[in-house]
Structures are given as structure tokens and as C-alpha cells.
């Protein structure tokens, strides 16, 4: 946009600019003295949510939250959660926020504190916020929360020749697996003991070999 500095007034001017930051300087037509610089950022998109990392019915501990976008131009992602009752008056209710890297198209939430929530249901959803102060939302989620660890009342074991019988009192209600690695082995990985999730029943006998053993157990 030029003007005569002789002639300098108001001079309404529409311009078209696409999306993203833009450094605008106005300048005479001389080009002896500069009348303005601005920055400033365009975006004309609405923000949408494409997919998010937790789904129904899930167990959630306060990690693992996600969303992604379809946009780069996204500033900072919330995320709501709020207990699952009976008279919402009096549910459980908090509100989470997470500042997003500009040029991706993926907020993370990263240790939660959800401690407030343990044993609950709740319902969770996500929002979106761009530079334009446009905002998007997912719908409501429902999951589970668990964050206390397991506690092992007791673990003792025997070795009848060439197997091992553990034996171990838990108190955890959403018991999914016992895991066990025995680090003398040839090939030492985790192995499931017990996988509560496809069978209620446990039968926790692991075949050995003569020789010296070095079992860790996690639960």
C-alpha cells in the first residue's frame, strides 16, 4: 500500500492475506520514512478435533491423554473431566490445560493428578484452542480411574523339582496381569504369570531348569 506523504490521510484498503503470521510494513511512496510496521496472524480456519488417545470404557491413571487437530495453528488444548453421579450439582469437577507446539497437530497431557477421581467413573472431553480465539471441542468419554498401585499383602513360593508355585495375596480390585522374568534364563523377558483379563482364574506354576534362578515379580 503506497501514498503520497504530500497527501497523507485516511485511505481505507481491504487486502486479502492467507493463513499464518504476516509482517506488514507501510511505507511513503518516496521511501524516505516508514509509517508503520505490524505483525499480526491470520487464520481463518475453525479448529476440529480428528482423534483422541482415550476411548470408552478405558482405565485411566492420569497419562496417555491426547488430541489431535487439524490445524498447526493450535495455542493450548483443555481437557474436562467430571465425575459420573448421580446429581451433577454435586459431582466432581475439574478442568485441565496443556499449551500445545505451534506447527503440530497434537496436544499432550502428561501426568495428571486424577488422585481426586480414584475408584470413580468419569466423563472426559477435550477442547481446542487457536491463535484466531477460535475453539472446538470432542465429545464427553467415559473411563475408569485407577491410580493406586496394587498392594501385595503377602508372596511366598516353592520348588517342587522342576517348578515354581508362587503364592501371593493381593488387595487391587481392577487386577489385570501378573507378570514374572526370570533373569538366569536364556532369554530373559516378562512373561505373564496370570492375565486376569481373559480369565478369571490363576494357576501361577512356571516351569525351571536345574540351577540358580533369579525371579522378579511386578503385579
Known amino acids: 500500500l503506497k501514498v503520497s506523504c504530500g497527501l497523507l490521510q485516511d485511505l481505507p484498503k481491504s487486502l486479502s492475506f492467507q493463513n499464518g503470521i504476516h509482517f506488514l510494513t507501510v511505507r511513503c511512496a518516496d521511501k524516505s520514512s516508514i509509517l508503520s510496521t505490524i505483525v499480526f496472524f491470520v487464520d481463518g480456519n ?3 478435533v480428528i482423534e483422541v488417545s482415550k476411548k470408552d470404557n478405558m482405565f485411566v491413571n492420569g497419562n496417555g491423554f491426547s488430541v489431535k487437530f487439524n490445524e498447526n495453528f493450535v495455542l493450548s488444548s483443555g481437557l474436562e473431566v467430571r465425575e459420573v453421579c448421580k446429581n451433577p450439582d454435586f459431582c466432581l469437577q475439574r ?3 496443556a499449551s500445545c507446539e505451534l506447527g503440530k497437530n497434537q496436544c499432550d497431557f502428561n501426568d495428571l493428578d486424577l ?4 475408584g470413580k467413573e468419569i466423563e472426559y472431553k477435550f477442547l ?3 491463535l484466531a480465539g477460535k475453539t472446538a471441542e470432542s465429545k464427553f468419554y467415559r473411563a475408569f480411574v485407577d491410580t493406586s498401585i496394587p498392594d501385595v499383602n503377602s508372596f511366598s513360593y516353592s520348588i517342587d523339582k522342576n517348578r515354581a508355585l508362587f503364592s501371593l495375596n493381593l488387595n487391587e480390585v481392577n487386577l489385570a496381569k501378573i507378570e514374572y522374568i526370570d533373569y538366569h534364563s536364556r ?4 512373561k505373564t504369570l496370570c492375565d486376569f483379563e481373559q480369565s478369571s482364574k490363576c494357576n501361577p506354576v512356571v516351569g525351571i531348569s536345574k540351577g540358580e534362578h533369579f525371579f522378579d515379580i511386578r503385579v
Request: zero cysteines.
Open 46 to 48: 475453525s479448529p476440529r
Open 95 to 97: 478442568y485441565y490445560y
Open 115 to 118: 488422585s481426586e477421581f480414584d
Open 128 to 130: 481446542v484452542y487457536n
Open 187 to 190: 532369554n530373559p523377558v516378562w
